[in-house]
């Protein structure tokens, strides 16, 4: 991984295609919100299936507290999408095969020329990009458990969300004085916030 990306970091803003063709930019997928990256081998590797597999539980979670979730493999637009429908992933998928990622992340995973991957990374992101943490799959057991991001998930909702500490007098004091914005959704409706996921 590139020297300069660490915790605390802000990661690059990529725009790739999605497992539909649309063009997305990472940024406009976060939005607002913490955010788990998965940069993955992609659909031949057996250990990204299950890696993607048990993070099914875990992104049904994330909806429901406001995180995100998105891979990111170098597979082609129909194999990434044959990728997320055949593990039944409903988190957006993006296809890098030219290898943006991979060359500008210098992580190529040189004992593969076959296939040309990057290492598989894991990366929490705060909101705005910004590094939580890294984690380097090359080995499976590398890759976090997924009660090791819903801790690093915590972590960066505590300090992302106004509102996490909802006992806090002077959030009660907002609220009984009408000021609303310093909670969830922020000054958005929520049928906005709802169409941003």
């Not at 994330?62 to 597979?75: A, E, N, Q």
């Not at 910004?130 to 799959?137: L, M, S």
């Not at 915590?154 to 907002?174: E, G, M, Y």
């Amino acid at each position: 991984m590139r020297a300069d990306i660490v915790p605390g970091a802000v990661f690059p803003d990529f725009e790739l295609s999605d497992h539909t063709g649309k063009r997305r930019k990472l940024s406009e997928l976060q939005g607002v919100y913490p955010t788990v990256v998965v940069l993955s081998r992609g659909s031949y590797c057996p250990k990204d299936r299950r890696q993607a597999e048990g993070l099914l539980q875990l992104h049904r979670e994330m909806t429901v507290g406001y995180c995100r979730m998105v891979t990111i493999s170098t597979d082609a637009i129909a194999e990434t999408h044959e990728y997320r429908s055949g593990v039944g992933a409903q988190w957006p998928f993006l296809a890098d095969p030219r290898r943006i990622i991979q060359k500008d992340l210098d992580i190529a995973e040189y004992t593969d020329p076959i296939h040309n991957p990057m290492i598989p990374h894991v990366i929490v992101l705060e909101p705005k990009l910004v590094v939580h943490k890294i984690y380097n799959g090359y080995w499976f057991f590398g890759r976090p458990t997924v009660e090791e991001l819903r801790l690093d998930l915590r972590a960066v909702c505590t300090k992302s969300f106004a509102d996490w500490d909802i006992t806090k007098p002077a959030l009660r004091d907002a609220w009984n004085g009408g000021r609303k914005d310093d909670f969830f959704p922020y000054g958005q409706i929520l049928a906005e916030t709802l169409g941003e996921a």
